[in-house]
C-alpha cells in the first residue's frame, strides 16, 4: 500500500513539473490530461474480477503514463509459465493436491503469493498453486510478455466513436461499447491511438480509454472438460462426406436400419446407418452399401432374409430418412464401424439400446 502511494505521489510530481516520459513524446503540465470515467481493466490481486477502480490519481495519467504504470505493474506482479505445453495448477502447494486448471504455453497471470518453491497465481478464472521452478517472474517475464502479449486499449464510457482518421472531425468507421478492447497499434500523439478494428486500422481519443497488457490465461478443468465435450460432440457428428446411391441403396440401407433399431431415436437409425456408411468408405470392407450389408457374418437380419423382406414390402419413412441422412455424410458416432446391444460391458457412443465403436 505504501509502495502504490509512493508511486502515485511520485506521477503526480511527474504530471506538476512537466517531465518528458517517452522517448519523442513529451508531456508538459499545460497539456490536457486525460480523464477516465469508470473502471479501466487492469488485473486485481485480490478481486474476482480482472479489474479495479482507479485512483484519483490514475484517472488524471496522460497515455504514456497510463502505459508505463500497466509496464511497472507487468514486471512487479506478473509470473508467465516456462514450459514447452502446459504447466498444472494445482489446490494447495502440494504435487498430491488436486489439479483446478492448466497454464498453456506462453500464458501468464498475477502472482498473489509464494510458499516453499510454490507461488499462488491468477490466471482469468484459474486461481491456485505452481511450481516456481515452472514459472518465470519479474524481469524475465516481462521479456516474454512483451513477446508473447499485445496492448489493448479498454474504454471507460457507454460507446465510443472509432475515426478513420485521427480527429473529431473525421469519418466514423465503427463503435466499440463500455469495456470492449481493442489492439493498440501506436500512440499517434496525446489526444489519438491507432487501434486495430475489424481488420481495419482506426482511431480512438485517449480521453475515453485505458490501457492493460493482455496475456492468455489459463483454462480451469471445469471449462477444460466442458469444451473437450463439445468438440467431442462436434467430432461425433461431423458430415463425413456424400456418398452416390441410388434409390435401391437407398431403400436397402432402410430396410436394414429398420431390422437393427426400428424401435429406437431417429440419432439411433441415423448411427446405424452411419456405420454402414463407414464402412464404405474405410477400405477395411466391401465400398458399397450392399456388399457391405451382406457381408459374411455381419449383419444377422440381412443373412436371414429379413432385410430383404422389408425391402419388399414397407420400409418405414423414418428408417429411409436416417438412411438418406447417413448417405448425405451425416452421422451421430462419428467414424465408428462396429455396434452391438449395450450391455454395459464396451466402451464407446451410447445411444438408446446401442454402444457403438
Keep these: 500500500m505504501l509502495k502504490n502511494k509512493l508511486i502515485a505521489?511520485?506521477?503526480?510530481?511527474?504530471?506538476?513539473?512537466?517531465?518528458?516520459?517517452?522517448p519523442g513524446i513529451a508531456v508538459s503540465a499545460n497539456e490536457e490530461m486525460l480523464m477516465s470515467a469508470?473502471?479501466?481493466?487492469?488485473?486485481?490481486?485480490?478481486?474476482?474480477?480482472?479489474?479495479?477502480?482507479?485512483?484519483?490519481?490514475?484517472?488524471?495519467l496522460c497515455i504514456n503514463q497510463k502505459y508505463q504504470l500497466e509496464q511497472q505493474r507487468i514486471g512487479e506482479e506478473f509470473a508467465m509459465a516456462n514450459v514447452s505445453k502446459s504447466l498444472n495448477i494445482r489446490a494447495e502447494a502440494d504435487e498430491n493436491s488436486e489439479k483446478v486448471g492448466v497454464l498453456y504455453k506462453d500464458c501468464g497471470g498475477i502472482i498473489l503469493e509464494?510458499?516453499?518453491?510454490?507461488?499462488?497465481?491468477?490466471?482469468?478464472?484459474?486461481?491456485?498453486?505452481?511450481?516456481?521452478?515452472?514459472?518465470?517472474?519479474?524481469?524475465?517475464?516481462?521479456?516474454m510478455?512483451?513477446?508473447?502479449?499485445?496492448?489493448?486499449?479498454?474504454?471507460?464510457?457507454?460507446?465510443?466513436?472509432?475515426?478513420?482518421?485521427?480527429?473529431?472531425?473525421?469519418?466514423?468507421?465503427?463503435?466499440?461499447?463500455?469495456?470492449?478492447g481493442l489492439t493498440i497499434?501506436?500512440?499517434?500523439?496525446?489526444d489519438w491511438v491507432?487501434?486495430?478494428?475489424?481488420?481495419?486500422?482506426?482511431?480512438?481519443?485517449?480521453?475515453?480509454?485505458?490501457?492493460?497488457?493482455?496475456?492468455?490465461?489459463?483454462?480451469?478443468?471445469?471449462?477444460?472438460?466442458?469444451?473437450?465435450?463439445?468438440?467431442?460432440?462436434?467430432?461425433?457428428t461431423a458430415n463425413r462426406g456424400r456418398v452416390d446411391a441410388s434409390a435401391d441403396e437407398v431403400r436397402l440401407l432402410g430396410a436394414l436400419i429398420y431390422c437393427e433399431a426400428g424401435n429406437q431415436s431417429y440419432d439411433g437409425k441415423v448411427a446405424v446407418g452411419a456405420v454402414v456408411m463407414n464402412r464404405v468408405k474405410s477400405g477395411a470392407y466391401p465400398n458399397t452399401i450392399h456388399g457391405v450389408i451382406y457381408a459374411s457374418g455381419q449383419?444377422?437380419?440381412a443373412l436371414n432374409g429379413k432385410v430383404a423382406r422389408v425391402y419388399e414390402n414397407n420400409v418405414p419413412a423414418s428408417c429411409?430418412?436416417?438412411?438418406?441422412?447417413?448417405?448425405?455424410?451425416?452421422?451421430?458416432?462419428?467414424?465408428?464401424?462396429?455396434?452391438?446391444?449395450?450391455?454395459?460391458?464396451?466402451?464407446?457412443?451410447?445411444?438408446?439400446a446401442h454402444v457403438f465403436w
Excluded at 479501466?40 to 488524471?60: C, D, I, K, Q, R
Excluded at 497465481?121 to 521452478?133: F, H, L, P, Q, T
Aim: aromatic letters at 8%; proline letters at 2%; glycine letters at 10%.
Design 9 to 22: 505521489m511520485l506521477l503526480f510530481l511527474v504530471v506538476s513539473l512537466g517531465f518528458v516520459l517517452t
Design 145 to 180: 510478455a512483451d513477446d508473447v502479449g499485445h496492448w489493448l486499449a479498454t474504454i471507460d464510457t457507454d460507446v465510443v466513436r472509432v475515426r478513420k482518421e485521427p480527429g473529431l472531425e473525421e469519418d466514423i468507421l465503427g463503435f466499440i461499447a463500455y469495456d470492449d
Design 299 to 301: 449383419f444377422p437380419p
Design 185 to 190: 497499434i501506436e500512440i499517434m500523439d496525446a
Design 38 to 60: 469508470g473502471i479501466a481493466t487492469y488485473l486485481s490481486p485480490t478481486g474476482n474480477n480482472t479489474v479495479y477502480e482507479l485512483t484519483t490519481v490514475e484517472e488524471t
Design 114 to 143: 509464494r510458499k516453499d518453491g510454490w507461488i499462488k497465481i491468477k490466471s482469468g478464472d484459474v486461481i491456485g498453486w505452481a511450481r516456481e521452478e515452472y514459472l518465470l517472474t519479474g524481469e524475465e517475464a516481462q521479456a
Design 194 to 236: 491507432s487501434v486495430d478494428y475489424e481488420g481495419e486500422v482506426g482511431y480512438v481519443a485517449t480521453e475515453f480509454i485505458s490501457v492493460r497488457y493482455h496475456i492468455d490465461e489459463g483454462e480451469t478443468i471445469e471449462v477444460i472438460k466442458a469444451r473437450e465435450a463439445i468438440e467431442a460432440e462436434k467430432r461425433r
Design 320 to 352: 429411409l430418412q436416417a438412411a438418406q441422412a447417413a448417405i448425405n455424410g451425416e452421422t451421430t458416432v462419428g467414424g465408428a464401424t462396429r455396434f452391438n446391444r449395450n450391455r454395459g460391458n464396451r466402451d464407446g457412443i451410447v445411444i438408446g
